[in-house]
């Protein structure tokens, strides 16, 4: 499974974006895909259209609950890492995926690069 960072999601929707082609591939080859809560509810702030939001809905599959699990997981990786500023709603995303074992698509893996070592699976264009 691979999850869907808020990064990767908006680029997804530009044509001919090389995370366009990247999600071509996973969908060609059903790939399970889907996003945690916390990615879509930042994906969801905008601005949008209604079109991308109905396109986005069909492509991640299920939006994937952020329970007191991943919680405890992300407070980790934020205390493990530095507890940087900015930084929280990164590990939340990271501990989601890792709660699934899923590889997290990004279209910015330097956010991610730190909590790598922690067990983070990143996928970059």
């Not at 939001?53 to 919680?71: D, H, N, S, T, W």
């Not at 980790?76 to 939340?92: A, E, H, I, Q, W």
């Not at 501990?95 to 698509?105: F, G, H, N, V, Y």
Request: glycine letters at 8%.
């Amino acid at each position: 499974m691979i999850h869907l960072d808020t990064s990767f999601l908006i680029r997804a929707l530009v044509p001919d974006s090389a995370e366009d082609g990247l999600l071509r591939q996973w969908l060609g080859a059903r790939t399970p895909l889907a996003i945690s809560a916390i990615a879509w509810t930042e994906f969801l702030c905008g601005p949008l259209r209604a079109p991308e939001i109905q396109f986005a809905e069909r492509i991640v599959g299920e939006v994937l609950p952020f329970g007191a699990a991943e919680g405890a997981v992300a407070a980790d990786l934020f205390n493990r890492t530095g507890r940087r500023r900015g930084s929280l709603v990164d590990c939340m995303v990271a501990a989601a995926a890792m709660s699934w074992d899923a590889e997290l698509a990004t279209s910015n893996p330097a956010d991610f690069r730190r909590l790598q070592p922690r067990g983070l699976k990143v996928v970059t264009v």
